[in-house]
Antibody, heavy 118, light 112 residues
Framework: EVQLVESGGGLVQPGGSLRLSCAAS????????MSWVRQAPGEGLEWVAN????????YCVDSVKGRFTASRDNAKNSLFLQMNSLRADDTAVYYC???????????WGQGTLVTVSS | DVVMTQSPLSLPVTLGQPASISCRSS???????????LNWFQQRPGQSPRRLIY???NRDSGVPDRFSGSGSGTDFTLKISRVEAEDVGVYYC?????????FGQGTKVEIK
């Protein structure tokens, strides 16, 4: 059974940093692009980042470029999102998902909540 | 960035009746490989999103056949042939043709 379990969310002050993790199981992790998608409270979905299967290329949306970095450890079936210089508008539930052919493949993780507030 | 525009944003429906959601993109979603990476996601209250439809019209495993997708180029539609209570939630179209991948604003489906 495919499972994605996010962790690492919490309360952080503006300007602070946080590292999210996503533990993957039930599939060959190193075969897939992986993605981070976020959802601000009561709002819609926003794609944040993709990373290629080798972990050599990551793509971030402009609103987080230069502040967020996606990475992965294929030996440990783990995906990460390093978030620096956090702002209030980064407050959201962050989901990880497998990606293929221009889409996120089911199932998604349950998400981890990041709250940026003083 | 490609803007995805959904309508309506709120859709009250009667159980057993059909429902239709429109999604328009600001650019063609036909990729250089000839495929169109237009997807539909459902998010039930309190749950993570799940994909229903990929590449315009292909249903994901386990998705009831009352859900169907159609369209081409910049105009796409998700149809529910007969709405059931478990269909309540927010539906998003999403394009994976152009980076950054983008979602529509979401359409909230509720029972009248």
């Amino acid at each position: 059974e495919v499972q994605l379990v996010e962790s690492g969310g919490g309360l952080v002050q503006p300007g602070g940093s946080l590292r999210l993790s996503c533990a993957a199981s039930g599939f060959t992790f190193s075969d897939y692009y992986m993605s981070w998608v976020r959802q601000a409270p009561g709002e819609g979905l926003e794609w944040v980042a993709n990373i290629n299967p080798e972990g050599t290329e990551d793509y971030c949306v402009d609103s987080v470029k230069g502040r967020f970095t996606a990475s992965r450890d294929n030996a440990k079936n783990s995906l990460f999102l390093q978030m620096n210089s956090l702002r209030a508008d980064d407050t959201a539930v962050y989901y990880c998902a497998r990606s293929a052919y221009g889409s996120a493949v089911n199932p998604w993780g349950q998400g981890t909540l990041v709250t940026v507030s003083s | 960035d490609v803007v995805m525009t959904q309508s309506p944003l709120s859709l009250p429906v009667t159980l057993g009746q059909p429902a239709s959601i429109s999604c328009r993109s600001s650019q063609s979603l036909v990729y250089s490989d000839g495929n169109t990476y237009l997807n539909w996601f459902q998010q039930r209250p309190g749950q993570s999103p799940r994909r229903l439809i990929y590449q315009v019209s292909n249903r994901d495993s386990g998705v009831p056949d009352r859900f169907s997708g159609s369209g081409s180029g910049t105009d796409f539609t998700l149809k529910i042939s007969r709405v059931e209570a478990e269909d309540v939630g927010v539906y998003y179209c999403m394009q994976g043709t152009h980076w950054p991948w983008t979602f529509g604003q979401g359409t909230k489906v509720e029972i009248k």
